[in-house]
């Protein structure tokens, strides 16, 4: 083989990883911006740690896409996290973490190393509210007047979900935010005496498309306690 053509070769590989890590560079950069605003700070000092992991690992992710595309139908070992109200169970292919300064909160998240979009905003958010006088449909009533008066919001599906296991409230939404930013939810509204439980799964329109089959599994497993 020709070496002038084999060293055009070399030095355009080059020049494409280099292309790639200056990118993500940029990206990094940009969503850290983005994040600020629409994230509370515990998520959005985790998720930033999420994307800088995704960042460090490349090129070996891209290498392994295949094999990542593979993650769901593996056996993979799955935790639970119990608390005195609740308990959700999740994959080894899952973090899990609490937010301390939000009562009751949980954060989880795929492991950078399984996604096949690294860096993509994608979590499960756990969150507990008080409940004023018991009432979630009157709640739900009130949620959905003020998000048909938001511009940024498209309301997708919204129904009440009855299951042996506990029923909820399901809405799925996209909402936009500045520098045309989308992000893809899907909230559960749990109730129980006089507490309501909100789990929000939400991520970028890939990274929702990625995980949402994982991260169902994982939200079907909650359980009130």
Not at 10 to 29: D, E, G, M, P, R
Not at 104 to 121: D, F, H, I, S, V
């Amino acid at each position: 083989m020709n070496s002038n053509f084999v060293y055009i070769v070399k030095n355009s590989q080059f020049h494409q990883c280099l292309a790639v890590k200056i990118t993500l560079k940029i990206s990094l950069l940009f969503t850290t911006q983005i994040t600020q605003l629409i994230l509370p700070y515990p998520m959005y000092k985790y998720f930033l740690s999420c994307l800088l992991v995704g960042f460090l690992a490349y090129p070996s992710l891209g290498q392994n896409n295949a094999k990542q595309a593979d993650f769901l139908k593996l056996k993979v070992k799955w935790r639970t996290y119990k608390k005195r109200q609740y308990k959700i169970s999740y994959p080894q292919t899952w973090s899990v973490n609490r937010l301390r300064r939000k009562r009751g909160a949980l954060l989880l998240a795929p492991k950078p190393e399984t996604c096949q979009n690294a860096g993509m905003m994608t979590v499960i958010n756990l969150r507990v509210y008080p409940l004023p006088d018991k009432d979630l449909a009157s709640l739900i009533k009130k949620r959905m007047t003020r998000y048909n008066k938001m511009g940024s919001v498209k309301i997708l599906k919204q129904a009440y979900v009855e299951r042996r296991e506990g029923n909820y409230y399901r809405i799925m939404l996209t909402r936009s935010y500045k520098d045309g930013v989308v992000v893809k939810f899907e909230d559960r509204y749990y109730a129980q005496g006089d507490k309501y439980y909100v789990l929000d799964f939400n991520g970028s329109p890939a990274g929702f498309e990625e995980h949402q089959v994982r991260a169902r599994q994982i939200m079907d497993s909650f359980r009130l306690r």
